[in-house]
């Protein structure tokens, strides 16, 4: 029953992830757990706690009724389309850029500063 529920619930997480077009590190980085643990989570050979699997439901907006397979489809709107939660702004970037800003990120402040003045440079 437990490696079936995982198997559940991790397909219906990774579908939920590649209709937001969202990379594993991307639901990784805003659940905030490893993108080796979100992905141990997708091939469904691990349960998430409940704290977890609420963030999962949160960022990847859809209800636990949908990732815990109880229910097809999460809340619709009157005319029948999924109600979705509008993502913060910096979530709506391209995953390119996704990546550079995790990487950016880690940066201390002299190589932010550098990567800045390239930056300039290649904007001209």
Partial sequence: ?????ATLIGN????????LELTQADVAERVGIATEVYGR?????????????????????????VLLGLSATAAVTEDGAPQLAEDPPEYRERPEVRRLMRTVRKLDSPRLRLLGQVAHALER
Avoid at 1 to 5: D, I
Avoid at 12 to 19: D, L, N, P
Avoid at 42 to 65: A, F, I, Y
């Fill in 41 to 65: 989570l997708e091939r469904g050979h691990m349960l998430p706690s409940v704290r977890t699997l609420r963030k999962l439901c949160l960022v990847l907006s859809c209800s636990s009724d």
């Fill in 1 to 5: 029953m437990e490696q079936r529920l």
């Fill in 12 to 19: 219906a997480v990774r579908a939920s992830r590649q209709r």
